[in-house]
Structure formats: C-alpha cells, structure tokens
C-alpha cells in the first residue's frame, strides 16, 4: 500500500466561530470565543464498518446519514458556547433586563440555530467519506428528532416549493403544462436551482451566517493545505483556494442537476392518476419521493468520481458548477479564523496518531479550553501533530 493510501482521510464542516474536522478515527471540534479563547472538543471516532457502506449508490445514502449525525452535533456544540457568549455580553452590558426582553434576545437565536442546522448539514456532507457508522451514544437519544427535521426541510425546499411554484407558472400563464411532461419538469428544475442559489445567496448577508462562510473557507483551506502535504501553519493554509471539489456546496449543486436530467426524462414515463390538477400535483409529488435516496446515492457516485479524476484536463470543467456556488458558501477567512481550522485539523490527526485510548492533552474534561492559539501550540502533542 502507498503511503498516500495510508494517510487518514479528513473532512470538516464549518460551524458557528468554529470548524469542525473528522477522520477515519477521530472527531474534534474547535470554536473561538467572544474573548479571543479557544474551546474544543474531540473524541475518537470509530467506523464500523457494514457491507452497505460498499456498494455502490448505497453507500451515498450511509455517508449522508452519518455526516448528518456527525453535523448535529458539531453545531449544537458551537451553538451552545455561541448563546453562552451572547449571554455573557448581556450581563456584561449590566443593564437590567426583564423576561420580555431576554425572550426578544433568545428568538432571533433560534430561528438562526435553525436556519445553520440545513446548512451545517448541506456541507457536512463532503469534505469527508467516512463510509459506514460510527460509535457516539450521547448523540443517539436526539438524532431522530435532527434527522426528522432536516428531512423535512430538504423535501420542502428541494422538492414542494419547486413544483409549486412551476405549477403556478403554468397555470398563471396559461402553459397547460402536464406534471410529467419534460417541459414542466425542466420548469420545476429551473425554479429549484432560483430557490437554492437564491436562498444561499440571501443568507450571505446575515453577518452570523458571512462568518460561517469564512469558516467554511478555513475549512478548506486547511484541508488543502493538509492534501498537499504541507506544513500545517497559516501562512501555507493562506495560499491555498476556498474552493474544494468534495464540498457539501457541490453535493447540493449536483443533486438539483441530476434530479432535473433525471426527472425530466422519468416524468413522461410515471403512470397517469385520475383527478384535478391540484391531485395531480399531489399524486406526482408523492410519486418522488421513494426516488430520493436513489438521488442521493447516484449523486454521491458521480461526485467520488469527479473528486478523484477530474482534478486536471478537460474533466475538470464537471466541477466548475460546485465551484461556482462555492464562491458563495465560502469567502476568504482571516488568519484568526485559519487558527481555528488549523486547531481542529491539529486535534484530529493527533487522535489518528496516538489512538482512541489515550487521555486527552492537558486535561481530562469533555471540552479543552486554551487562551489562544499560541497556548494550544505550546501543547506538546498538538504541536507535533
């Protein structure tokens, strides 16, 4: 085996003032406080691997399943010190503030916790494969509620309000458009990708949201930097692009692209209910759904391709259409920001190394705490990694 096959295979997510980066063996996250301090956490991370997790165009669907997994719970970690700081700054205010008032605090919060759960998710996906299912109890008592939530939201956005919003169209214009017809389909595909890049492109101005993005370019950029077998400072991970060919980004861009093709060359062929339109519509809409793991998985295929042959020559114009959402997931960090990429890239392959029964560095608590990323460096084990 080369030594290129032997080196741990790492992904990441962005999360709120923080990154989140796994590999075959480990799982840490780093967030910068309000103060400047860093916060982490890391634990192993073990695969287990099953025969789904081999077989082509299922094991798309496994890899979703566990980034989900993995995406909760680094951004309802990051979350959690996100609100500790924002009420630290409250009292720091030391102005009296009644029930009414924190309440007004708190909501905005959680409708942006919300809105951060789909796109931690969106771009969790893909940085990583880690292929199979991984041990993590404390997680498994509220998975179901995550992934019920981000099935939800997926289905409405990916699917009802496209198909929506062709059929007004349709109707507004006087198309007559059948549902299955090619026509609508390529209509519904066209409103698809409006609400997704308009969605992205909307959520870029919240400044809460312009500040992941920088940290998903952090993310890259480390990860590249790590790739290209360099040393692990911010002056290499400063060089290095935003953009990379496994983002979550170009899993959603490609996603809606396959399902256009798909769709509008399967809709003519759907069997035909009885009815209104609006059951038309209805039936249709049901019809799609079973088809969307198939999606997932044929999507997850042609990206392991892209990812791995079309990197140089005239392939790699395939990739150019995640490149280009990703000029708007992902902007250019600053070099605070690189330092919290780099910490969490430090943390997981120090994990890689040392194996899953080693103490933590420096303390024994569930979450490290250091004053800056000059502190962390001085930690013998984070420094050599």
Same mark, same amino acid.
């Given at each position: 085996m080369s030594e290129e096959e032997n080196r741990p295979y790492i992904g990441g997510q962005a999360v709120l003032e923080g990154v989140m980066m796994r590999?075959?063996?480990?799982?840490?996250?780093?967030?910068r406080r309000a103060d400047g301090s860093i916060s982490m956490k890391e634990r192993p991370f073990e695969i287990k691997a099953s025969s789904w997790s081999k077989i082509p165009f299922v094991r798309g669907m496994a890899t979703l399943v566990e980034s989900l997994r993995l995406g909760s719970e680094a951004l309802r970690f990051s979350a959690e010190l996100f609100e500790k700081d924002m009420e630290a700054a409250e009292q720091a205010e030391a102005k009296p503030k009644d029930a009414k008032s924190t309440a007004k605090k708190a909501a905005p919060l959680s409708v942006f916790s919300a809105f951060g759960l789909v796109l931690a998710?969106?771009?969790?996906?893909?940085?990583?494969?880690? %292929? %199979?299912s991984s041990s993590g109890e404390e997680e498994e008592g509220r998975q179901p509620n995550t992934m019920a939530l981000m099935t939800i939201v997926m289905v409405v956005f990916m699917v009802a309000l496209p198909q929506l919003l062709a059929w007004g169209t349709s109707t507004l214009f006087?198309? &007559?458009?059948?549902?299955?017809?090619?026509?609508?389909?390529?209509?519904? $595909?066209?409103?698809k990708l409006i609400v997704v890049l308009g969605y992205l492109a909307m959520i870029r101005r919240v400044p809460e949201i312009y500040r992941v993005f920088q940290y998903h370019g952090a993310e890259h950029k480390t990860i590249s930097t790590?790739?290209?077998?360099?040393?692990?400072?911010?002056?290499?991970?400063?060089?290095?692009?935003?953009?990379?060919?496994?983002? %979550?980004?170009?899993?959603?861009?490609?996603?809606?692209?396959?399902?256009?093709?798909?769709?509008?060359?399967?809709?003519?062929?759907?069997?035909?209910? $009885?009815?209104?339109?609006?059951?038309? &519509?209805?039936?249709?809409?049901?019809?799609?759904?079973?088809?969307?793991?198939?999606?997932? %998985?044929?999507?997850?295929?042609i990206q392991r391709f892209t990812a791995r042959y079309c990197l140089t020559g005239p392939l790699r114009a395939l990739l150019w259409p995640g490149f280009l959402v990703q000029k708007i997931t992902t902007i250019e960090p600053d070099d605070a920001q690189l330092e919290i990429a780099l910490a969490s890239m430090r943390a997981t392959l120090w994990r890689e190394k040392v194996g899953p029964e080693t103490k933590k560095p420096t303390s024994d608590s569930e979450v490290l705490a250091f004053p800056s990323?000059?502190?962390?460096?001085e930690t013998p084990e984070l420094r050599a990694a």
């Open positions: 590999s075959p063996h480990s799982f840490a996250i780093a967030v998710q969106v771009f969790g996906r893909a940085d990583g494969e880690p %292929g %199979g006087k198309m &007559q458009l059948d549902v299955r017809s090619a026509k609508f389909q390529l209509l519904t $595909g066209a409103f790590y790739e290209a077998r360099e040393e692990l400072v911010v002056a290499n991970a400063k060089k290095q692009t935003t953009l990379h060919p496994r983002c %979550g980004t170009t899993f959603l861009i490609m996603t809606v692209l396959v399902s256009i093709a798909i769709w509008t060359a399967l809709g003519p062929l759907m069997p035909r209910f $009885g009815g209104s339109k609006a059951v038309e &519509q209805i039936t249709f809409f049901l019809m799609k759904l079973p088809f969307l793991p198939v999606l997932a %998985g044929i999507t997850f295929e990323y000059e502190a962390l460096l």
